[in-house]
Every structure is written in structure tokens, then in C-alpha cells.
């Protein structure tokens, strides 16, 4: 009987050589993954997350296990009465919002308002210059026989039909405390001397001023019985950039509170 040890079959030998090659399958592997390395990996993720998940939840559950139906309906009830102060400071914060809004567009409106105001009166008491469709009246006087009369009747004939801006030669603004002065070869218009040929500008509705003019016994007619002469030309654009200076009240003042 033979005692001799056998040697196990086919038993690897561990080698420097083979440690290297072991070692750069596995670096490559990392490297360079195959599909289902990488499919492998993501399953993995994925299971991690659910486990997180799932963990997280059972203990956001666990906070209210143990509490009593008493203990949850007055839990309730708290988170119903904040939704409520919620809702009304909501709602409290909407009104104010609305009313500054309100108020806002109330105080635009206004001082839209006024602007205008303000621009329709400095315009009428001409303080302010204008523009606008009207008339250029040129009066003629060869003989000097046109009189202030004549004159002052154009003046109110115009005004009556709306004459909203008069001006006299491109000097003299025409308004409801204008002075008219007799002269020699002339007339004296708040203080200023000027002479025939007159240039009347007028803003208004062209229309309706160049026939107040021309009905009989009007100016153009009593122009002609003097022996001058009235041209009238409607425009659609009328500039009168003359001013007069507003003036300050002697004796008035404003009221108190005012």
C-alpha cells in the first residue's frame, strides 16, 4: 500500500503575475463598465432610494402613532383656526391694496383735472400760449377811417362766437381786461400802439367765427361803410405766443382754511 501524498489536481498556483492581471481586469472593469454593470448599478440606486424613502416615512408616521382621537381632533382644529387667521390676513391685506389703488388713481385723476383746468384758464385769461384751428382777419384802412369802435365791436362779435385767444399784429394778447385806447392813425392796446393793416388771429371754430363776421351790419360790414377793407382766412392751425402777465389782487386774499 502506497502512503505517498497526492497532490491536488489542478490547483491554481498564486503568482506575482497573476495578482497584476486580477488587479487591471478589475481597474478596467471600473473604467469601462459593461450594460449590465451599469444596469446593476442603477437597480442598486434605485432600491437605496426606496429604502430612504420608505424609512422616512415610517418615522413621519410614527409621529402622530401615538397621539389620541382627542389629542388629533384638537390638532385639527388648531390648523383649521390658522388656516382661517391666514385666509382673513389675506384678505385684510387685498382690501388695502385695493383701497391704495383707489386712492391712487383717484389722486392721477385729479391732478389730471386740475392740470387741465389750469391750462384752460391760463388760456383764457392769457397767461399761457395757444394753438389751434380759427381765423386770420386782415383789416385794411387807406383812408383812416376805421375807428376803435369798429374795432371793439369785432372784438365782442368774435368773443360771442367763442373766440377762445385773440391777439391783435402779433403783439397784443386780447383778453377780458384788455384796454382799448383811441390814437392818431391808430389805436392804443394795453398800453401798445399799433396801426392799420390789423392782423386779428383768432382760435375757435373757423366756421362759425368767419360767418359772425360777415353778417350784415357786422364788422366786415362796417369796415366797408368806412371805406377799408376785411380779409378772413379759415386755418386748421392758428399760433399766438403773445402773454399777458397775471396780476396781483390789491385788495383780496384768500380765505382761511383755503
Do not use: C, W
Amino acid at each position: 500500500m502506497n502512503d505517498t501524498p497526492r497532490a491536488p489536481l489542478d490547483e491554481p498556483h498564486a503568482t506575482p503575475g497573476h495578482a497584476l492581471r486580477s488587479r487591471a481586469k478589475l481597474m478596467e472593469a471600473l473604467r469601462k463598465p459593461s450594460r449590465s454593470q451599469l444596469a446593476g448599478a442603477v437597480l442598486l440606486g434605485l432600491l437605496g432610494f426606496a429604502m430612504v424613502t420608505q424609512v422616512n416615512s415610517n418615522r413621519q408616521d410614527d409621529t402622530y402613532a401615538g397621539l389620541r382621537s382627542s389629542d388629533l381632533v384638537q390638532l385639527l382644529n388648531g390648523l383649521n383656526a390658522e388656516a382661517r387667521r391666514a385666509d382673513k390676513e389675506i384678505a385684510d391685506l387685498e382690501q388695502t391694496r385695493s383701497q391704495l389703488s383707489d386712492s391712487t388713481q383717484r389722486r392721477q385723476a385729479a391732478l389730471k383735472r386740475a392740470t387741465e383746468e389750469s391750462t384752460t384758464l391760463g388760456i383764457l385769461a392769457g397767461t399761457l400760449p395757444a394753438q389751434g384751428p380759427g381765423i386770420r382777419i386782415e383789416v385794411t384802412d387807406p383812408k383812416d377811417k376805421v375807428t376803435l369802435n369798429n374795432l371793439l365791436d369785432g372784438v365782442e362779435e368774435l368773443r360771442a362766437a367763442g373766440a377762445e385767444a385773440i391777439e391783435f399784429n402779433n403783439d397784443v394778447r386780447v383778453v377780458a381786461q384788455t384796454s382799448f385806447e383811441d390814437a392818431e392813425r391808430g389805436v392804443v392796446v394795453d398800453g401798445r400802439r399799433i396801426s392799420a393793416p390789423y392782423v386779428i388771429d383768432v382760435i375757435g371754430n373757423p366756421d362759425t367765427l368767419a360767418t359772425t363776421l360777415d353778417f350784415i351790419g357786422g364788422f366786415s360790414f362796417d369796415v366797408k361803410a368806412s371805406d377799408g377793407n376785411v380779409k378772413v382766412k379759415k386755418l386748421d392751425n392758428v399760433k399766438i405766443t403773445t402773454v399777458t402777465k397775471p396780476g396781483s389782487p390789491d385788495f383780496a386774499s384768500s380765505a382761511d382754511g383755503q
